[in-house]
């Protein structure tokens, strides 16, 4: 399904109104990348999480790709006094860096996982809809991760049905259609009754045994948490 209204625009609005915490992600990224020096974003959207954690570790080289280059335009304005990090303009499935990277991550972008009773302990989510774009993606994924490198695919709340203000001028709804192998999210901004944005976003969902198979054949181990508090991110390792 294709944008009805650009949400580039909106897309602040909409990320930093509560519906993700970007300081406890960048908090949870830091922990992991103590050791690194490299780190490779996958769908890095307006640059949130890049912010957040170019400013707890300047020593880092990071650089983030996105399918959308309004977002991309906006995260470069952001990311300004960030010379360390480089944007580009990258779709997953058919990307070529010239650098590898220690961790690469991705949260609420490509893949990502949610809690599930019905799929196993997590249910994958991908924005990629055909098998083969999600094997060649996680591919080259592996193939841009240097010898024991890390993939790191964040867990949020499952997808649902809601209606919230935003401020005192905003509505943000979304709307879950089931559709086949997935489901279809309808969300929309409203501003005073007048609608800014709407959009529509398919996605495939892997139940939690098919997701780590097809990570395995990926070339990617699953490492699970061993921390009793509950992880923001499932962690997989390059053999």
């Known amino acids: 399904m294709g944008n009805y209204t650009e949400i580039s625009p909106f897309y602040d609005l909409i990320m930093q109104s509560g519906y ?28 949130l999480i890049l912010e957040e954690l170019a400013a707890r570790r300047p020593g880092l080289t ?19 006094p960030f010379p360390q990090i480089t944007l580009r303009l990258l779709d997953v499935v058919t990307m070529r860096l010239p650098e590898s990277f220690q961790l690469a991550f991705s949260y609420g972008g490509v893949w990502y996982f949610v809690p599930s009773e019905v799929h196993g302990q997590f249910t994958m989510i991908s924005h990629i ?4 774009a999600n094997r060649q993606g996680l ?46 999210k309808r969300y929309s901004l409203t501003e005073s009754g007048t609608t800014v944005m709407e959009q529509a976003t398919d996605y495939r969902i892997y139940p939690f045994d098919e997701a780590l198979e097809l990570l395995d054949k990926c070339g990617l181990e699953y490492r699970p948490a061993t921390d009793a508090q509950a992880p923001l991110f499932l962690e997989f390792v390059k053999r």
């Open 20 to 47: 993700y915490d970007y300081d406890k992600i960048a908090t949870a990224l830091s922990a992991h990348d103590d050791a690194r020096t490299s780190v490779l974003e996958i769908g890095v959207g307006t640059g």
């Open 129 to 132: 809809r055909d098998e083969q």
């Open 62 to 80: 990071i650089t983030g790709i996105d399918l959308t280059s309004a977002m991309l335009d906006i995260a470069a304005k952001r990311l300004e």
């Open 139 to 184: 591919e080259k994924v592996v193939e841009h991760l240097a010898p024991g490198g890390t993939l790191l695919l964040g867990i949020q709340s499952p997808h649902t049905d809601y209606v919230r203000s935003i401020g005192d001028r905003y509505e943000y709804a979304q709307h879950i259609v089931p559709i086949d192998g997935g489901f279809r």
